[in-house]
């Protein structure tokens, strides 16, 4: 190990695709057991982290001025401009203030939500298989430093610069850093030393990505030393991007904004000409009426609400990687889950073995007498020597027994091996592994070539279809027999009715001399060995997660590779499917569109289904109108993934490159997880409703106030900057409650929403319409009652102010359910922002009725206790009308 590190300093520059393999690792002064541990740390200490530094995010100062862009707040600047030219300086201070806060409150919720979404990137950080010490460990890629072995696997993002000292059909997509779209074929061997990067193929370079096989290298350079790190330098900075949703609300805002403008300036011409007055007093009374009038809190509460459901998913396991995926979630009306992992535990276990016609062994093998049938029968030690050898999953002896990583499929096969008294271990090491057909999803199988002392042989294991497909004879080695297809077909159906994937395991001596496996053209004279049938029992959760979202309108529908009397037996036990009809992939190949589109409305179980075919499936769905969730796994999911209206990909067992292209990832590859993540987007959708019926009648309710006087020619019942301080308080305050409303309990009740419906439904524009009115009607009777009454102007206008507040604040509470009542569990529990928003509101309006320096700016007086008491009861008339609008809206719905 190097006395000092900084010998590494010249590694980047090294032509290391043309050093031959005998002195890589010398020169990296690493070897094929990989790095130790504790020489790890002390080159991480020298290297640092395997990552490229953090774009600087611009001043804080720069984020803050970014907020003036928004139309709203350049009309509000606007106006507080000409008040300062008229030398209106209370109205300037408020609408500056008003200005201020509104910028504030954008400033630090965008700031919240790059928080949430750089929380996420974190969640997501990339992960390397490293071999460390002899033991394969994974680790986050940050760790890796110059001279650790990496293994390469189909899916992953290459996690640093390696010269490859191992590649068996190994592809590369090098599209990040040469811009060829198409996968590079890599290899171990030494190349020439003058070649460009494209062309050094036994180099794999970070940010790469694998495609096809399997493959090892050694680091060579990490961070910013790597090809990418010295190209980019620097990671994208995390954007919060607009979602749709957002972008409809701008437009909306500007629709609104544009309107009251035009509706200011005629009420403006027309006070001036119809009524003659003060044109100074009507231009203050304008402004007022267009600040009261505009939501400018709208956007910055819906922006809150995404983040805040950000996070509540994340809370659930579900990560949020493209933030409109949220409002989709809400809409989405079928689920595409796969089986294995997801729906099951992907905890496989073998509980049947079949081998040839005379012997049938079932699951009772772990005991003493199976280890000595073992010995006796040769046909069952070699189906278990080719579960050994056909194999990727490691083994190692531990304190008690041993530990087994690797795919559960395979670990399981070494765990029958172990349990019936094999050493998994030795027998690798007595054969060799000489080359290797690595398992993909859409081939169905694995082979391997190894040494043994009677000339080499090959080993197969895979889908039972495929394997029937190559074999000729049955039995073992030495001792074959004709092959009997309908026993072995009989026994696959047998093994599968009950739920079990099955794997068929097969052999065949090798040519005199082959050193190699054709991938294209396996060859002849294979034996089957056997069968074995695995359990993989499904997750607790996953049936009621399934029937939750069947309650919920949502259609789930099992699309798996495995078996169709498998996945047919696993989807009976899980409700999903009617225990009977299954669409095959290659039943699915053979149908048109129209066919096709007619399959998936009445089948939910797909079986043996590729991934190109998930691709046409979500067409398919997506053709009758459905919002589609997919949930995929391998690196040929990413198409179907993208098509998807929310690609969902499993956080544990997923490749990078299923996660880059799902909007979704699960953190524990969890169904149930897709179920919250549902409920909570339901919930985020109420809640933006929620504030749109909160936030539009309460600012109608204020300008419409001004609009009669004004109209009317009449006394102001509120004056312009009172007005303005309504505003400030109830549309910012207030509506912030509803962001933090938890999700309604009956969310999963109701069907999907129509994704093309609007945001504004007929009833929630009624309800805007109606409680806008009885605001004014509300204000206004008590202003021009207490004036009538002798009680005075300014008294009169104080109780005006705050008799309109209450009314606000009585309408925030039956707002929170939006169709049942409020009294269902939700009035006093759940959200206690509500309740602390609204004491925080009281509070200001005290200050502004009794405190002196606020008496003198607003122009406010004392009221009476008995004045607040009739206008409590008066204001309350709002809760329950509009908790007896939702029951008798809620008659007709039922
Ligand atoms: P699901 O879609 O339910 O998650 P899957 O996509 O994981 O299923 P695959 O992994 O593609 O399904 O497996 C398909 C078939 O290939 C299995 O039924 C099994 O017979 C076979 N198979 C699975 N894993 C291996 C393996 N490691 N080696 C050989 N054959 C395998």
Not at 523 to 542: F, Q, T
Not at 559 to 586: C, F, M, P, Q, Y
Not at 721 to 741: C, D, K, R, Y
Not at 783 to 797: E, H, K, N, P, T
Request: proline letters at 6%.
């Amino acid at each position: 190990m190097p006395e000092s590190p900084e010998q590494f300093k010249a590694l980047p520059s090294q032509p290391w695709h043309a050093e031959p393999l005998e002195r890589i690792y010398p020169a990296l002064q690493s070897g094929p057991e990989g790095l130790d541990e504790s020489e790890a740390q002390t080159r991480l200490r020298h290297f640092g982290p395997n990552r490229l530094p953090e774009a600087p995010r611009p001043h804080p100062l720069r984020r803050f001025l970014a907020q003036f862009k928004s139309v709203l707040i350049l009309v509000l600047l606007a106006s507080g401009i000409i008040t300062a030219m008229l030398g209106e300086w209370i109205e300037t201070g408020v609408i500056l203030g008003v200005v201020l806060i509104n910028a504030l409150i954008g400033f630090v919720q965008e700031g919240k939500a790059e928080e949430a979404m750089l929380a996420l990137r974190d969640m997501l950080s990339p992960q390397a298989r490293v071999q460390r010490g002899g033991r394969i460990l994974n680790l986050p890629a940050e760790q890796l430093v110059p001279g650790d072995l990496v293994l390469l696997q189909a899916g992953d993002r290459v996690p640093a610069d390696l010269r490859l000292v191992e590649a068996r059909d190994l592809q590369i997509n090098e599209a990040p850093l040469t811009g060829e779209s198409l996968p590079v074929l890599k290899q171990a061997d030494t190349l020439a030393m003058e070649l460009p990067l494209a062309e050094r193929r036994n180099m794999a370079f970070a940010a790469t990505l694998a495609t096809r096989g399997v493959g090892k290298g050694i680091v060579i350079a990490t961070g910013l030393q790597s090809e990418i790190g010295r190209i980019s330098g620097m990671l994208a900075r995390v954007q919060v991007p607009r979602t749709p949703l957002l972008k409809q609300m701008d437009h909306f805002s500007r629709v609104l904004s544009a309107g009251i403008l035009a509706i200011s300036l005629a009420i403006l011409l027309f006070g001036w000409s119809v009524h003659g007055q003060d044109p100074r007093e009507l231009f203050m009374a304008v402004i007022g009426l267009a600040v009261a009038a505009i939501p400018e809190g709208l956007p910055a509460v819906i922006t809150i609400i995404l983040a805040i459901g950000v996070q509540r998913m994340a809370r659930r396991q579900a990560i949020i990687r493209q933030l409109p995926a949220i409002e989709t979630l809400g809409a989405v009306s079928v689920i595409c889950t796969d089986k294995t992992g997801t729906l099951t535990q992907n905890a496989m276990r073998v509980e049947e073995i079949v081998l040839g016609r005379e012997e049938l062994l079932l699951a009772e093998l772990r005991d003493e007498e199976a280890q000595l049938l073992v010995r006796r029968s040769p046909a069952l030690a070699e189906l278990l020597l080719a579960g050994i050898l056909c194999n990727d999953a490691e083994a190692a002896p531990a304190n008690e027994g041993w530990t087994l990583e690797g795919d559960p499929t395979e670990t399981a096969l070494l765990e029958l091996a172990i349990d019936l008294g094999l050493d998994p271990q030795g027998l690798r090491a007595a054969s060799p592994r000489l080359d290797l057909l690595p398992f993909e999803s859409d081939r169905q199988l694995m082979i391997t070539l190894n040494q043994s002392s009677h000339g080499n042989q090959l080993f197969l294991k895979g889908a039972p279809e495929r394997v029937m497909d190559l074999v000729e004879a049955q039995g073992f080695s030495g001792s074959q027999e004709t092959l009997d297809r309908a026993f072995w077909q009989a026994q696959v159906m047998s093994l599968a009715s009950r739920g079990y994937r099955i794997l068929a395991l097969a052999t065949r001596a090798a040519e005199i001399g082959q050193g190699h496996i054709d991938g294209q053209d396996p060859g002849k004279g294979w034996i089957l060995l056997g069968l074995v049938g695995m359990e993989d029992p499904p997750r607790m959760e996953a049936g009621p997660a399934v029937a939750r979202c069947q309650a919920a309108g949502i259609r789930v529908k099992m699309i798996t590779g495995d078996h169709a009397v498998t996945a047919r037996a696993i989807g009976a036990r899980l409700g999903i499917g009617d225990g009977e009809k299954v669409l095959e992939g290659n039943a699915l190949e053979v149908l048109d569109d129209r066919a096709l589109a007619e399959q998936v409305r009445r089948v939910d179980v797909f079986a043996r289904i590729s991934p190109e075919q998930k691709l046409r499936l979500v067409e398919a769905l997506q053709a009758q109108g459905a919002v589609v969730a997919m949930t995929g796994d391998g690196v040929n999911d990413a198409a179907a993934l993208r098509r998807a209206n929310v690609g969902i990909a499993m956080g544990r067992k997923g490749t990078d490159a299923a996660r880059e292209a799902a909007e979704m990832v699960l953190a524990d590859d969890n169904f149930a997880t897709i179920s919250h993540a549902i409920e909570e987007g339901r919930g985020v959708y109420d809640n933006i409703q929620k504030t749109l019926l909160f936030i539009l009648p309460t600012n109608a309710g204020q300008a419409l106030v001004l609009i009669l006087a004004l109209v009317l020619g009449m006394q102001l019942p509120i004056t312009p900057v009172q007005i303005l301080w309504v505003n400030m308080i109830t549309s910012v305050t207030l509506g912030l409650a509803l962001a933090f409303e938890p999700t309604e309990p009956d969310v999963m009740q109701r069907p999907p929403r129509d994704p093309n419906a609007s945001l504004l439904s007929g009833s929630m524009l009624f309800r805007i319409l109606y409680i806008g009115l009885l605001l004014v009607a509300g204000t206004a009777a008590v202003f021009y009652w207490l004036l009538q009454s002798g009680a005075g102007l300014d008294y009169a206008r104080t109780a005006a102010v705050n008799t309109l507040v209450l009314f606000e604040i009585f309408y925030l509470l039956p707002v929170r359910a939006l169709h049942g009542s409020v009294w269902q569990g939700h009035m006093l529990k759940g959200n206690p922002w509500s309740w602390g928003l609204i004491g925080l509101v009281l509070i200001f309006q005290i200050l502004f009725t009794y405190w002196p320096p606020m008496q003198a700016l607003f122009a406010t007086v004392a009221l009476r206790p008995a004045d607040w008491l009739w206008m409590t009861l008066l204001a309350s008339s709002v809760f329950w009308l509009v908790e007896m609008e939702k029951f008798v809206s809620g008659l007709g719905r039922d």
